[in-house]
């Protein structure tokens, strides 16, 4: 079995590209792509937005990249440098050429991130399993990112934080068998309702299903992992969320995390930030700006 991931053939990696560049016309911002090298890959790197406030890296949910916050990056750089990568391991523009075999892997790939990137203090907000690519980084056994860290924003991180309700896992694994057009805009109906898609959201979500992973996927983090997490954390769920207990992921940041704040936004579902952005985005900013430098 190869060790790093893979598209299926080179015709699914070109239609994979083809689909990145139409979705790439939806970036509402003048930006700039990076190259940062690291000891597992290549990192492509999104960089927009202007102003004098703590930088903001932000890390993609499942079969996304850093163009899947191309509906709310406005917001979140208005007055601040934003960072999307493409998180190495997954279908993207980023090159996995090492494994990735462990949570304490992506720790390292994120500090080196990080580093590479020249940011000597970041926030970081990850979404879905971007929080628990984010919560590793911060909880990372080296620590080596933990003083780069100003605030760890944690949205719907269900699977880093208690077990997903196994209807998801079941209805995910049987749209990834048949990834027809209509079996994925049936899950998201289900699992991210209120959320529009753009046409080149779901040809770019489409394509990247004929990418093969080869990295673990997220699990709940063990208590010490949690406790090791000494950057400000605002935790959010959406209280419809079908992906897991929103209550219960928010209990175990409170009780774990030092320095924590948990809202469940009332009518969200798992997509609550694009869902219901008018209420998501200034709770964000908001703590992000109570601790700026």
Same mark, same amino acid.
């Given at each position: 079995?190869? @060790? ?14 083809? *689909?990145?560049?139409?979705?790439? +016309? $939806?970036?509402?911002?003048? @930006? ?20 004098? $406030? ?19 990056? *406005? ?15 997954? +279908? ?27 940011? &000597? ?17 911060? @909880? ?7 003083? $780069? ?50 046409? &080149? ?29 000494? *950057? ?46 008018? $209420? ?9 700006? &109570?601790?700026?430098?």
């Amino acid at each position: 079995m190869p @060790s790093t991931g893979r598209f299926t053939s080179e015709s699914a990696r070109a239609a994979y590209e083809a *689909a990145y560049r139409d979705l790439e +016309a $939806r970036w509402p911002l003048p @930006s700039d792509d990076l190259r940062v090298e690291t000891a597992y890959g290549p990192t492509v790197v999104r960089r927009s937005g202007t102003g004098t $406030r703590t930088p903001l890296v932000l890390l993609h949910g499942l079969n996304g990249t850093g163009l899947s916050w191309h509906g709310v990056v *406005a917001g979140l750089a208005a007055d601040r440098v934003v960072y999307a990568p493409d998180v190495v391991g997954t +279908a993207g523009r980023s090159e996995q050429t090492a494994p990735l075999a462990s949570a304490d892997d992506y720790a390292a790939w994120g500090a080196q991130l990080l580093e590479g990137l020249g940011l &000597e203090r970041a926030h970081v907000l990850g979404y879905s399993e971007g929080a628990w690519f984010a919560a590793l980084l911060v @909880s990372g056994a080296s620590g080596r990112a933990t003083s $780069r860290v100003g605030a760890l924003v944690l949205g719907e991180g269900i699977t880093a934080l208690v077990q997903p309700d196994r209807k998801v896992i079941s209805r995910m694994v049987r749209a990834a068998a048949l990834p027809t057009a209509r079996n994925l805009e049936r899950l998201d109906a289900w699992l991210t309702p209120g959320v529009t898609l753009t046409d &080149e959201d779901r040809a770019l979500a489409r394509t990247a299903m004929r990418y093969r992973r080869r990295t673990p996927w997220p699990s709940p983090l063990p208590d010490d992992r949690l406790r090791a997490i000494t *950057a400000p954390t605002l935790a959010f769920f959406g209280a419809d969320t079908r992906l897991g207990d929103p209550v219960a992921a928010g209990r175990r940041v409170t009780q774990q995390v030092r320095d924590a704040r948990v809202e469940v936004v009332p009518g969200g579902g798992h997509g609550v930030l694009w869902q219901l952005p008018d $209420r998501v985005l200034p709770l964000v900013d908001g703590f992000l700006r &109570e601790h700026d430098a």
